[in-house]
């Protein structure tokens, strides 16, 4: 019997490379983003290439019990998920008293209620069973503060604490929980949250959807707790572990762009 994997922002970049992967490995999939055509095309193209059943959902997971109504909805199906990538998110690149609040309470609505909500719902469903996979989309914004993009390092930080502490729990139930940390991606992230402009994105490689899905992937397939893509973005959580806090606040902010920062040092 094949496995089934629900993947939320799987219209687009790194979730839609996740959908390819478990096509390519012949399971079937839930694909759940707000962008209908984007998802009857890559169902399409899914079913055509790889022979495996998608199911779409089109749904705004910010939307006060669109949670419960997904997992309900699956269920109604008569799937049973083996594979859940919380991969919805996004970020914004500016002065946090520039931004409407709105936008900061759609984000982290999506950044962490949504993805702590569908973790609690399939993780008590898995309960017995001795398996069931989670890889959950942070970044490496999850080890330092970002000024300029305060709200969504934070965020990114919650998903990593969350994601380690799952893992450590869940193990025991046969669960395990991956947190996968890319750094800038070439995805519709950059342009939705304005950080084409920043320092990083000018000066950094800039990796491909497909190279962190990839990665995310194979690390969930092993349990791993934690995986970093990409050679210097691993230097960088170890380094700023020896440096004083506001030595990594200020770096962070010269990285982010930030006008007023003056000498790290």
Same mark, same amino acid.
């Given at each position: 019997?094949?496995?089934?994997?629900? #993947?939320?922002?799987?219209?687009? =970049?790194?979730?839609?490379?996740?959908?390819?992967?478990?096509?390519?490995?012949?399971?079937?999939?839930?694909?759940?983003?707000?962008?209908?055509?984007?998802?009857?095309?890559?169902?399409?193209?899914?079913?055509? *290439?790889?022979?495996?059943?998608?199911?779409?959902?089109?749904?705004?997971?910010?939307?006060?019990?669109?949670?419960?109504?997904?997992?309900? *909805?699956?269920?109604?199906?008569?799937?049973?998920?083996? $594979?859940?990538?919380?991969?919805?998110?996004?970020?914004?690149?500016?002065?946090?008293?520039?931004?409407? @609040?709105?936008? $900061? *309470?759609?984000?982290?609505?999506?950044?962490?209620?949504?993805?702590?909500?569908?973790?609690?719902?399939?993780?008590?469903? @898995?309960?017995?069973?001795?398996?069931?996979?989670? +890889?959950?989309?942070?970044?490496?914004?999850?080890?330092? /503060? =970002?000024?300029?993009?305060?709200? $969504?390092?934070?965020?990114?930080?919650?998903?990593?604490?969350?994601?380690?502490?799952?893992?450590?729990?869940?193990?025991?139930?046969?669960?395990?929980?991956?947190?996968?940390?890319?750094?800038?991606?070439?995805?519709?992230?950059?342009?939705?949250?304005?950080?084409?402009?920043?320092?990083?994105?000018?000066?950094?490689?800039?990796?491909? /959807?497909?190279?962190?899905?990839? &990665?995310?992937?194979?690390?969930?397939?092993?349990?791993?707790?934690?995986? #970093?893509?990409?050679?210097?973005?691993?230097?960088?959580?170890?380094?700023?572990?020896? &440096?004083?806090?506001? @030595? +990594?606040?200020?770096?962070?902010?010269?990285?982010?762009?930030?006008?007023?920062?003056?000498? #790290? @040092?």
């Amino acid at each position: 019997m094949r496995e089934t994997a629900l #993947i939320t922002g799987a219209s687009k =970049g790194i979730g839609k490379e996740f959908a390819i992967l478990f096509a390519e490995r012949k399971c079937n999939l839930v694909l759940v983003a707000r962008s209908a055509d984007q998802l009857e095309e890559l169902k399409k193209a899914l079913c055509e *290439e790889y022979g495996v059943r998608v199911h779409t959902i089109v749904k705004d997971l910010v939307i006060p019990n669109a949670v419960n109504e997904l997992f309900r *909805e699956v269920k109604a199906l008569g799937l049973d998920v083996d $594979y859940l990538v919380n991969n919805a998110g996004f970020g914004d690149h500016g002065a946090f008293v520039d931004t409407q @609040w709105e936008r $900061y *309470e759609e984000m982290i609505a999506l950044n962490v209620k949504v993805l702590t909500h569908l973790s609690h719902l399939y993780t008590r469903d @898995w309960i017995g069973r001795k398996k069931g996979k989670i +890889v959950n989309i942070s970044s490496t914004a999850a080890f330092q /503060p =970002g000024p300029m993009m305060a709200v $969504y390092f934070a965020t990114k930080a919650y998903v990593l604490h969350l994601s380690e502490a799952l893992n450590q729990e869940l193990r025991k139930e046969g669960i395990t929980v991956t947190t996968l940390c890319p750094g800038p991606t070439r995805t519709h992230f950059l342009e939705d949250s304005g950080m084409k402009a920043a320092w990083l994105v000018k000066n950094v490689k800039v990796a491909t /959807p497909r190279a962190v899905a990839e &990665l995310g992937f194979k690390a969930m397939m092993k349990g791993k707790p934690v995986v #970093i893509h990409g050679t210097m973005n691993k230097v960088a959580p170890f380094a700023i572990r020896f &440096l004083p806090r506001k @030595w +990594v606040t200020r770096l962070s902010a010269k990285v982010m762009g930030h006008s007023t920062v003056g000498a #790290i @040092w």
